[in-house]
């Protein structure tokens, strides 16, 4: 069965501070996403990891993968209110046609 | 641009009732998917399409169907409605080429009562 697997589910820090969150998948993998999730509204794409030790940032945020370890990290530095939102991983089996797995998501509350 | 477009944007219905929630997409996309994600959980995967007149099963298919006549038009049909099928419906597409990432619509919010 596949699964993808986010860490934690909820979190709420307070500006300025880092923080990682984690998304761990059950098998083989060529791509994987993070979307960003506004209430009520629809899915942001917010990276595309396509190979193992990929890294990418935008901003406060920056995403990480390895493929050996079948993990992926959204590190988030010096958090800012605007960052609140919901953050999904999302795994793109290989073979399977393009379709995707998310994760249940990672609730992000950036206090003052 | 428009990107990916999906009406209607709220719907209730009745048990039993039917209705077909409409996603056209102009970005000549080969694949096109439907989503449904109930509250506070992740997106799961209903059908998905590759190309026109190509159709398959995701992971919660019972209760709906689908079908795609044209490269830019998925619309997903849910017959005899209950009330687990409330839920908000995300239709996506997505290009056939490796790493591009899929555009999601604006949603439908559908409640079954």
């Known amino acids: 069965e596949l699964k993808v697997e986010q860490n934690p589910l909820f979190l709420s820090m307070q500006e300025g501070k880092n923080y990682t969150i984690y998304c761990n998948y059950s098998t083989t993998s060529d791509r994987l996403y993070w979307y960003r999730q506004d209430p009520g509204k629809s899915l942001e794409s917010l990276f595309v990891?396509?190979?193992?030790?990929a890294v990418k940032q935008e901003g406060r945020l920056m995403a990480s993968l390895d493929t050996k370890a079948r993990l992926s990290t959204l590190h988030i530095t010096a958090a800012v209110h605007d960052l609140s939102a919901t953050y999904f991983c999302a795994v793109h089996y290989t073979g399977t046609a393009s379709k995707l797995t998310f994760g249940t998501g990672t609730r992000l509350q950036v206090t003052l | 641009n428009a990107g990916v477009t999906q009406t209607p944007k709220f719907r209730i219905l009745k048990i039993g009732q039917s209705m077909t929630l409409q996603c056209a997409q102009d970005?000549?996309?080969?694949?096109m998917y439907w989503y449904r994600q109930d509250p506070g959980m992740g997106l799961k995967l209903i059908y998905y399409?590759?190309?026109?007149?190509?159709?398959d099963k995701g992971e919660v298919p019972n209760g709906y169907n689908v079908s795609r006549s044209t490269t830019e038009d998925f619309p997903l049909r849910l017959e005899l409605a209950a009330p687990s099928q409330t839920s908000v419906y995300f239709c996506?597409?997505?290009?056939?080429?490796?790493?591009?990432?899929?555009?999601f619509g604006q949603g439908t919010r559908l409640t079954v009562v």
């Open positions: 399409s590759v190309g026109a007149g190509i159709t």
């Open positions: 990891l396509l190979s193992n030790g």
């Open positions: 996506a597409s997505s290009h056939q080429v490796s790493g591009t990432e899929a555009f």
């Open positions: 970005m000549n996309h080969n694949y």
